[in-house]
């Protein structure tokens, strides 16, 4: 087996290979097959795991348990497409892969045996890497070890090669040029995705501290605040709270006299991140009544909260992993309209409220991915504040992003 280092290459000796990529943390691995001039044909060749498969390739998910992984059957690609290449980037909202070391291990994919391994040397801020890439030379399939980071995400990769990206997480224009490949790594620009822009109010109570030894926020102290990125789970003195919450999310017209309509809505997600259900305005029970909305608030005046989703936890299906709460505008104002954007969960039972978030900064943009609810292995549910403005006018235009950030 061959220890490849940036730039180096191998022939292949097998048609059918796949590419592992695994690190001490999870990661999100894709396959982008391109033409002679360095492009996809269409969005159809940007394989992740919301979109499988494709000629010739494959995206196989290794369940958390073991590394995802690209399969490229070389014999199988459609005449034109002459590189693939193979991108990871870390499955937390913002995290880089500083000291973190992914490593990419190319198989035979029928017999598994290893041809080839690659570690890219000084990550520093990058959160996305095209790793290796697939390619064609007079006729022959060769790999090559690439180690090229962005630190503008996946959704930077997707632009360069010619992915749209209008209906993702917004993300500095293609013209943000990745950085080099290592070696020598010079650091990349800043991380965008994690800039906090500015100051989180202060809470009108206290954010509870991290629980010792977890560093995860719990409710054992109360009522918690949380800023941006940040996650506290729904357990309070070491036992699951009542099963039953509600999500109120609310927001006031950043004008006087102006009303805004936005509507807010639920998406449900499999342990693929595959698309289940939403719930919106116009539908407002799914997933057999465990999920159901208020309705739709117009103009978002009037104190408290403008529209509420509740959630029974309990009796949501098996197969429910994921939910991502989502406000859009409908009618194309921006949140720049806007003022005083939050989200909070409550204990539908005694209407306490156990978790608050309230949106600190504002973009041009027609969507927000408020918080989402992530279903833990324990059976436990943790809360995420998100904050994450998209360009889409309704919950439909928030599916594939609000999976990307699952």
Known sequence: MTAMTPGSNIP????????DVAAPVRLDVSGLLLGANGKVRSDDDFIFYNQPAGPGVTYRSGGGTAPDAILVDTGALPAGVERIVVTASPDAAGQTFQGIEPTATIRNADDGSPLATF???SLTTETALVVVEIYLRNGAWKARAVGQGYANGLAGIATDFGVSVDEEPSAPPAAAQAAPPAPPAPPAPPVAPVDPRVAPPAP???PAAPAPGTGKINLDKGRVSLQKNQTVSLVKGGRPLLSQVKMGLGWEPAYRGKDIDLDASVIAYGPQRNHLDSCYFGK???LNGSVKHSG???TGEGAGDDEVITVDLGRLPAEVSGLVFTVNSFSGQKFTEVAKAYCRLLDAATGEELVRFDLTTAEPQTGVMMAKLIRQFSGEWEMTAMGE???????RGMVKPAAQAL
């Open 12 to 19: 292949l000796t097998a048609t059918r290979v796949a590419v």
């Open 204 to 206: 009108a109570t206290p």
């Open 389 to 395: 403005f998209v360009k889409s006018r309704t919950v």
């Open 284 to 286: 407002l029970t799914i």
């Open 296 to 298: 739709d608030n117009l």
């Open 119 to 121: 570690t890219p040397p």
